[in-house]
């Protein structure tokens, strides 16, 4: 648009801007992936050297995006449990360093809960491993869909679960945790031949820092408390026990001082 003054695109802005406009499609391997705009405040023709520069700088824009995007797409996918498509046990690593940090940070707690699929056994031994896998990713997306934004679900590995919940303590722990088991009994799998395998869930919990100070030890925390939920109260749920240790030290070396005070 040579002249935006005088041009139809822009009668409801003729008052605010003046001069000209130029917009380059930004394309890679075929695909149009965004358009670059450039302005300038005097009317008139653009060059073909101005046309030149700018295909140039549009071919170069186009294929940042397309790797910032295929980087973007490897990332997830390396992140991803490939049965369920929940978070896998790297990205629970990951998240659990995030909240480590924004808690020391805000002096804040927040809990972790993890969290066994009880009856699966029988599914397997009956079905199957292929319907196996049906009923974990179903199941597990049933109890994704019902948490907060903030709150991040991830497979641990088999039939376990990992719940990450920020900015909670104890009791918050324990009332979200209640309503997934009361969530997962009235859980139904369309099994073949219509018959039905009861489905539970025991979980164990553990706050920081009440019960840990570092990630590793706040897992093993939660991972203790529901051995012993499947041991002494199947179904239901159990609180970590022991002392709380001094502050990671490693967390004090990775943040900056202004981040302690």
């Known amino acids: 648009v040579e002249d935006m003054q005088n041009h139809p695109l822009y009668d409801e802005f003729k008052s605010s801007i003046e001069g000209s406009i130029i917009g380059i499609p930004l394309k890679f391997n075929n695909e149009i992936v965004g358009v670059m705009n450039l302005s300038r405040a005097v009317a008139g023709q653009f060059s073909n050297s101005e046309l030149r520069l700018s295909g140039l700088l549009a071919d170069q824009a186009a294929v940042a995006i397309s790797n910032a995007r295929l980087h973007k797409g490897v990332t997830e996918l ?143 925390a939660a991972d203790a408390a529901l051995y012993h939920a499947k041991k002494y109260s199947r179904g239901s749920y159990a609180i970590a026990k022991g002392e709380t240790k001094p502050l990671d030290p490693a967390i004090l070396d990775y943040l900056p001082k202004s981040d302690l005070e």
């Open 78 to 220: 390396a992140n991803t449990d490939s049965v369920t498509g929940l978070p896998n046990r790297r990205a629970l690593d990951e998240r659990l360093q995030d909240e480590m940090h924004l808690a020391v940070r805000s002096n804040s707690q927040f809990s972790v809960v993890m969290m066994d699929l009880d009856g699966f056994k029988n599914v397997n031994d009956t079905y199957g491993h292929g319907v196996g896998d049906d009923v974990l990713r179903d199941a597990f997306n049933h109890l994704a869909e019902k948490m907060r934004a903030t709150d991040f679900l991830a497979r641990y590995g088999g039939d376990e679960l990992t719940l990450v919940m920020r900015d909670s303590g104890l009791e918050p722990a324990r009332i979200v945790t209640m309503k997934i088991i009361e969530l997962m009994k009235s859980y139904r799998f369309p099994f073949p031949g219509d018959r039905n395998i009861q489905l539970g869930i025991t979980a164990g919990i553990a706050v920081y820092p009440l019960h840990a100070r570092n990630a590793g030890d706040l897992l093993r």
